[in-house]
């Protein structure tokens, strides 16, 4: 486990699994996300508007789903050094930004079998997915955004297969002040399958939980924040991330990040299930840094890694399940 404060929560009753129910939990991290938000239903092989800018928020009325996003209470610690300037966002509508989000999610879980054995069932899941980005600023809303997707790539070669059936498909966000995303919709292609589909919003999703607002307060170099926010999957967490100004050049800014995640409760709600269990230990952290551009939404460079752990168990304590976590995501600007 990772080297954050560990979260201990003795229930006050016990809730018992069976095998099924531990293999379920099974693989719940990298699919923790989709079932809170569900799998998108509506599709469409309309591509978004090639121009400068959207002239209209079309993901808004053409039966994209629309999925609310957790919105972050930001507060500033210290204001930094030299000249204090906002860090006002104001999205170009002249040109489109063009970026390549990548995201990694790797579980390894050791849960017991069978009352008696001594034996463990160990299980390692991992999913990997480089998605291509066009987005595109509504041209008289800059609170909106629309984007398409190009082919996405993925090192698992049986998600590969289906993954350029998803080219064409479209979307959008909308922002409130601190460059923070508050809902995105989502329409994949006719022609996408659940896998594919899964995975494209899984990897979005996952991204924008870990945007990092900005403060609306003017700042100098050195200055820090907070940003807690609530992220509901099968283990609800505060995710709590300290930023620093690390640098700024005009309009471009580099964000130092630190992230840790402590659960809300001790409640482990298996995905696909009604059945629950208890989190006795929980573990996870990390950090990055990011380059943002105030006149794009999207970060232009820089990464983020979580990892750390979580012990769960049932009516036996003596027989938890053990998983052990890691998220990484990348940013990086394309032509």
């Not at 100098?220 to 509901?232: D, F, K, L």
Request: charged share 20%; aromatic share 4%.
């Amino acid at each position: 486990m990772s080297n954050a404060s560990v979260f201990v929560h003795r229930p006050s009753s016990a809730i018992a699994y069976t095998p099924k129910s531990v293999r379920r939990a099974f693989g719940v991290t990298a699919a923790a996300l989709v079932i809170a938000g569900g799998i998108t239903a509506c599709s469409s092989d309309d591509t978004a508007d090639d121009g400068p800018c959207a002239p209209t928020a079309a993901s808004r009325t053409d039966g994209a789903r629309p999925i609310s996003l957790s919105t972050p209470e930001v507060k500033l610690v210290s204001p930094g050094t030299g000249p204090a300037q906002e860090l006002a966002v104001v999205p170009a509508t002249t040109a489109p930004q063009k970026v390549t989000l990548t995201t990694s999610s790797l579980e390894a879980s050791i849960a017991p079998t069978d009352r008696g054995s001594d034996a463990n069932q160990v299980q390692r899941t991992q999913q990997q997915l480089a998605t291509p980005i066009t987005a595109r600023t509504v041209c008289d809303d800059p609170s909106s955004l629309e984007f398409s997707i190009g082919s996405p790539t993925s090192k698992d070669l049986e998600l590969s297969e289906l993954l350029p059936e998803l080219d064409g498909s479209t979307g959008g966000l909308s922002y409130t002040d601190g460059m923070v995303p508050t809902r995105l919709r989502l329409k994949p292609t006719d022609g996408s399958q659940s896998p594919a589909r899964s995975a494209l919003e899984q990897s979005l999703l996952e991204a924008l939980n870990y945007s990092v607002p900005l403060p609306t307060s003017p700042v100098g170099a050195g200055a820090t924040w907070t940003s807690v926010r609530t992220v509901s999957a099968a283990a609800t967490v505060t995710q709590t991330m300290n930023v620093t100004l690390a640098r700024r050049d005009g309009n471009v800014v580099t964000l130092d990040v630190k992230i840790d995640e402590t659960p809300v409760n001790s409640i482990f709600s298996i995905p696909g299930s009604d059945d629950k269990l208890h989190i006795s230990r929980f573990s996870m952290s990390g950090s990055g840094t990011l380059t943002v551009d105030l006149t794009k939404r999207f970060p232009v460079a820089g990464s983020l890694a979580v990892k750390g752990g979580r012990e769960l168990v049932g009516d036996d304590a003596n027989r938890p399940i053990l998983q052990q976590n890691e998220f990484t995501l990348t940013w990086k600007a394309t032509k």
